[in-house]
């Protein structure tokens, strides 16, 4: 069978709209079922699988030596079959070998799930990325990110792209990987603030999305040494509480568009996405505190975080109390928080910042940053910091600033923690962490 439209190629997610034509997909080899009397070919691309009936002899001995994940082209007449994937088959198939696969794959690909531990799946990553479930994990990412956008481009946000080299650690801590800057030393970025702040003095209201470094030796199953971090900030805010509404409209953007593109992946992964309500219930520090030493017995007296243990309850709290996955705690000790955080004006012992912890587990950190230059100089002495190393971002506040605020939201524990997955690595694509530094 010769086909006249052979140097078209359909995916397979569009074989349903095919049914009764000519096709060409081209993929891997997925699986190969030998079986007595006919014999099946299952194909994947980038997309989805296809299943190929396989009934001449030749073919089925070729597949029958080939290496799963070979590469090929498969022609033939797409079908109709309920039982198929898609609801669509290809059958009197024309084979092409396009790239021979030397070895198998470690594991299988065509199970359900993988079967084997983390560091395998992570040593093997290129290959591990491939299985549909895992791929998912990525698409639901791809989807938050183009739902983040969306929600802040609609809001008059300017998306920015700001350094990773940087001269001075944005926190003023020691949490930096050091750099030869050309024979001068330099700094991985641990987050944009210094230069979103900048940005809210000319387009007042700006997002980035991009990589942060963080140089600490945890080993635990949420932290990560490098991650994407989803970064807003604006101005002319009336205080925290600003923030936190457009917080809020973010999250439920990055939903919209999660629900709207990937109804697929959810399902694959079997997630059910939250709601967003209209107005996340939120609690003050001190009274969180307060509530779960009443309610727990635990001695909370001069804490200044909350420990995971004090937020997986809250978040059972509001779950129960308010009905909702989210909430804000709110006014964070400012011995916790950066030089840069607004105090909060009837409690300066407490700042103008929160958390938003998402069923259980922090998951954004944000507030109102000071705006006056003045405030900042004694903001750094009062932590014995010198105002030298932030000279240049000191100078934006010279020069007027609005007040302002904004947010920082891990990409990889949003979505580790919408699947339900307890290892923020899986939702990474090539993590790295205190003993991973390939692949």
Known sequence: ?????????????????????????????????????????????????????????????????????????????????????????????????????????????????????????????????????????????????????????????????????????????????????????????????????????????VYETGPVFRAEPHDTARHLNEYVSLDAEMGFIENHRTVMGALRDVVAGMLAQIAQDEAGSLELLGIELPSVPAIIPSIHFSEAQALIARETGENLAGELDLSPANERWLGDWAAREHGSDFLFVTGYPMAKRPFYTHPDPERPEYSNSFDLIFRGLELVTGGQRLHRYDDYLAALAERGLSPEPFEGYLAAFKYGMPPHGGFALGLERWVARLAGIANVRETTLFPRDLHRLVP
Not at 3 to 28: D, F, I, P, Y
Not at 172 to 177: D, E, L, S, T, Y
Request: charged letters at 20%.
């Open 1 to 205: 069978m010769v086909l006249a439209h052979s140097e078209g190629r359909t995916r397979t997610t569009g074989l349903a709209r095919s049914a009764g034509q000519l096709v060409c997909v081209s993929g891997w080899l997925h699986r190969f079922r030998r079986l007595a009397r006919v014999s099946f070919l299952v194909i994947r691309d980038g997309y989805g699988t296809s299943q190929v009936v396989v009934e001449d002899p030749e073919q089925i001995e070729l597949l029958d030596r080939l290496n799963a994940e070979t590469v090929l082209r498969v022609c033939g007449l797409a079908v109709a079959n309920p039982q198929a994937p898609n609801g669509v088959e290809i059958q009197h198939p024309e084979i092409e070998v396009i790239t021979p696969a030397p070895e198998p794959p470690p594991f299988d690909l065509f199970r359900p799930a993988i079967p084997a531990q983390l560091p395998t799946l992570l040593d093997y990553a290129p290959v591990a990325l491939r299985h549909p479930r895992q791929r998912a994990l990525f698409r639901v990412q791809a989807a938050s990110l183009r739902g983040y956008r969306r929600t802040l481009d609609q809001l008059g946000f300017t998306e920015v792209c700001t350094p990773k080299i940087v001269a001075s650690a944005t926190e003023g801590g020691a949490n930096v990987f050091t750099i030869d800057y050309l024979g001068r030393p330099a700094y991985l970025a641990q987050s944009p603030q210094f230069y979103k702040q900048m940005m809210v003095g000319i387009f007042e209201r």
